[in-house]
């Protein structure tokens, strides 16, 4: 996933007309980093795939998915079936997994399941457009939002505006997993 994430970035861009300059400036993401995101050698975070399909005039799920050639009314995913694998190394300290469809057009929402390793260091607040919910499966997760700090354990929820800043990391000694549904429309 990590690779066909990069290729679509770049090719929306492309076809746009549009340079890695003009995008950087834009979406505030620096060069080097927009760079390895086409290259396949880093992985955007959820927020930033939702600024770059803004920018690029693309849904998040067709940068995450490509094009859609499943119906939009019902899609079941069954466990272990086309996830993309986990996508790990972001900016944002966690891993993620989609949890749809890869090629479900339509989507409103996008459901993740995030991992968290306590030992990476906390990923530095970030707005985009949409909202989020949010719900601990396993483990502590500091939520940091707009400012005030919020610890959320196991089957804790929140549901929050991702206008204003924020970011999640794992607490305690072992991986915390936390289910996140975000929309970007």
Sequence with gaps: MRKYVGERIKKLREAQDMTLEQVCKLTGIEAGRLRAYEEGTAVPSIGVVIQLSRVLGSKMEGL??????????????????????????????????????????????EPFLLSFDPAVAPGVPITHDGQEFVYVVAGAIDLFYD????????GDSAYLSSSLPHTFHGLGEGVARMLTVVSSS
């Design 64 to 109: 995450l998915h490509g094009g859609g050639t499943v119906s939009e009314s019902l899609t079941i995913c069954r466990a272990g079936e086309s996830h993309g694998g986990e996508q790990g190394g972001t900016e944002q300290s966690y891993s993620y997994k989609s949890l749809t469809r890869p090629g479900t057009a339509g989507h409103l929402m």
């Design 147 to 154: 400012g005030r700090h919020y610890r959320l354990e196991q």
